[in-house]
């Protein structure tokens, strides 16, 4: 009835990425004119972080980028180094910028090896393209994206008709981003580390170059 315990033995790795947080404020402390505090990060599973810097002052009042070191055995905190400044606290650029690294979400520029997979700016459907597919651009078909007013991707849509013998005909059409995006290219390899778009309030960060998403992948 007893419930199962282990030891640790020994750590293989330790999880050594930066973190997201401020500068614990504390008058009282006499570290702080030795350019010496504490950095509490916004996960809250995370132990303050003891950081030396000279720039003390001026970091008071940001939301900063710290590094974790090492935990020294006679150390009741952890030690890490300072990064990086996001920006001022309860800005909503910095706070948006602290969500998005907290959560290892990648949003750097399109590398120019993802830039050289896309097709030419003024690419149009080849003409032996259409035999291939299901042409109802000049039907009478009633199709209907799901997406809500105001998305830019809409990458599915749906029809629905009543047959004479009182059945449905109900088809689903996809936007065949595979015709763009060859398996193994630097720009699959980018979607696989992005794995998905995410939307925000006020921005969202693309899986693949809005080129795709947002024109040539979009059932418009």
């Known amino acids: 009835g007893k419930q199962r315990t282990g030891v640790v033995v020994s750590v293989l790795k330790r999880n050594t990425r930066p ?16 350019g010496r505090v504490n950095f509490i990060s916004v996960d809250r599973r995370i132990p303050k972080i003891e950081i030396h810097s000279r720039q003390i002052q001026t970091l008071l009042d940001k939301r900063i980028v710290v590094q974790f070191d090492t935990w020294p055995r006679n150390s009741y905190r952890p030690k890490g180094h300072y990064v990086k400044t996001l920006g001022k606290i309860g800005d909503l650029d910095t706070e948006t910028n602290v969500v998005l690294l907290e959560h290892d979400i990648p949003t750097q520029p399109w590398s120019t090896e993802v830039l ?3 097709p030419p700016e003024d690419w149009t459907i080849p003409e ?14 009633i199709v209907m994206s799901v997406d809500p007013p105001g ?5 599915d849509a749906l029809h629905c008709v009543l047959l004479p013998n009182g ?12 015709h763009y995006v060859r398996e193994g290219s630097a720009l699959d390899l980018e ?9 925000l309030v006020q921005k969202r960060i693309d899986m693949i170059p809005s080129m795709l998403s947002t024109d040539l992948c979009s059932l418009k």
């Open 116 to 118: 050289k997979c896309l």
């Open 191 to 199: 979607a696989l580390n992005r794995a998905t778009s995410v939307y």
């Open 19 to 34: 973190y997201c947080g401020s500068i614990e404020l504390d008058d009282r402390s006499k570290s702080m004119s030795q």
């Open 151 to 155: 998305c830019t991707d809409i990458d």
């Open 167 to 178: 059945n449905y005909d109900v088809g689903v059409h996809i936007a065949d981003v595979t």
């Open 128 to 141: 032996d393209e259409v035999p291939k597919r299901l042409d109802l651009r000049n039907s009478k078909q």
